[in-house]
């Protein structure tokens, strides 16, 4: 509390799509910045451990080829031919680059445009296609376009919130503060959570709705049946802002008499949801990685937006479908079309012209004639010696991938694999051929955009240790050694900046909403002082930030689909992984923090008290897809009978044998390609 703000920098929280502001200075001083739209000051037990987290051990302080430490030109040279030699062998889809949510909006933005302009393949996602690539996909279905529409505080205007497949209260923990602020305020409010688990975010809840695993859609197809039936749909809304309503109302319509079958809820709790949802025109239903990491992730996301569609209630006030993302940065990814599937600026391949245009503004030579292949895919191509080339920056698939003992493999046998990081705590590094040190966070400068559509500058308060650079330095430098020295001449993440909102205005002119043409013209000055800003800027045809006032909106149908692998009489438990409060991805930050680790240090399987072989605290054997993981057994009567918990963080540098995700299958949703990560059968036995 007396601790002196006044030489600290204004900067981001690095951990979650929320995009704290903070105040950080360089002896480890950290404070929530009071003057951030998202937090105002607040920060969770990861954000104010940040300081903690500055004199990290385990630094990739030197490029390396071969396992030797080599200077940046031999190791770029060694990048360019790696990349040129798989080029001509293989052509253009013979390379790829697997991304991160991590790297910043202009490291984002010059990636997608090396390898879709200027390498010419599609071959580049995102580790946020493990994330919110189902809510992606709902969002153009339904909207057109990937549109957040709403803004946090509409969950503090709402009269009821409904939180869907999301522990708010671990995942996006200033969020989950200001809901409780909310409601505090306003004891009238109510809050559902639809989750199989009884979560931290359920405590002080007004309704818990345990529904089975994967059977969201059943639950919102029935609301959509129900909101019908009791005539509280909105009819002016929908004959003139929407179509299809008649097929998305006859798939809910044959699904709801099976709701309460399919879910496994009460047809009390379900009817009093219900009563409720068609009572209260404040509603804002907010979804996380519940919904999305699932094979049916897109239709579950499209089943929530129809039931705001049909009530009109969206892009006003205390209403608005709406989801979160995990990563700090997975919306400036979405922004710079780092995923395989989409363009820069939401431009996509499948409008007439747009890939033209887009070619024209970077005088691409040859730009990416189609979609490439998306993180699960790119894979297994690898493994299947389909892929020349391979340059992963700032994640680490080696543990967050499913079915992850193929993933090791595959990077084993990759004939030339790049991995840029700033961490040698990453599993994925050891099997890199080339190793380039990144520069992390406090040492990087750029933006980040969070779920609320608020760019928010990175700043740099640190100095860049060892000979660590920044990831947009070295793909220009790369790109260079490949002949396209012009269109990555960049001297600044301002550079890239200027173009990216450049780019983003060409976009506005074809018909997008996202634009930030209105920054295009900052100089270095105006970026390096850049206040949180929410997109689009100017705000032409918003309504106190909100979107879709203009547009047609649709409904999709969304027919029942179960989970792609259900549990059998040999493996009858079903795992669902996740995240625990105080961690954050495979550990390479927050598993260096003492107190953060004093809650659960090591990773522990759950299960509910009469599903447990043994008591608590013995060693089990958790069997699945892959290896078994062996480790502690924890029981929670919060649980659900038949369900087991494991969280994703522990990688094999952290605990040999207490890996989650190689006990899950990859199967994928068929429209986001989103892996079903909460869903794969186990059996657990004593060890
Ligand atoms: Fe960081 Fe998210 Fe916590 Fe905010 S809520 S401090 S962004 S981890």
Partial sequence: PHADHSAAIRTTCPYCGVGCGVLAAPD??????????????????????????????????????????ASWDAALDAVAEGFSRALEQGGPENVGLYVSGQLLTEDYYAANKLAKGFLGTGNIDSNSRLCMASAVAAHKRAFGEDLVPGLYADLEQADLVVLVGSNLAWCHPVLHQRLIAARAARPGMRLVVVDPRRTASVEGASLHLPLRPGSDVALFAALLAHLEKSGALDRGFIASRTAGLDAALEAARAIAPEAAALTGLDPAGLATFFRWFAATPRTVTLWSQGVNQSTAGTDKANAIINVHLATGRIGRPGMGPFSVTGQPNAMGGREVGALATTLAAHLDWDRPGDAGALAQFWRAPALARGPGLRAVDMFRALGEGRLGALWVMATNPAVSLPDSDAVRAALARAPFLVVSDCSRASDTLAYAHVRLPALGWGEKD?????????????????????????????????????????????????DIFREHAALSALAARRGRVFDIGGLAGLDEAGYAVLEPTRWPVPEAGMRGGRLLDTGALRFVPTPWRAPAHQASAERPLTLLTGRLRDQWHTMTRTGFVPRLMTGQPEPLVTLHPADAPAASGTLVEVTGAGTPAILRLATDPGLPRGVAFLPMHWGARLSATGRSNPLLPAAVDPVSAQPELKHAPVSVRPW
């Fill in 446 to 494: 750029g933006t980040v955009t969070n779920s609320e559509r608020v760019i928010s500058r990175q700043r740099a308060f640190l100095p860049a240790p060892g000979e660590a650079r920044a990831d947009w330095w070295m793909i220009a430098e790369v790109a260079k050694r490949l002949g396209f020295a012009e269109a990555f001449a960049w001297q600044s993440p301002a």
């Fill in 28 to 69: 480890g001083t950290v404070a929530g910045d009071p003057a951030h739209p998202a937090n105002a000051g607040r920060l969770c037990s990861k954000g104010a451990a940040l300081g903690e987290t500055l004199a990290l051990p385990d630094r990739l302080l030197f490029p390396e080829v071969g396992g030797r430490r």
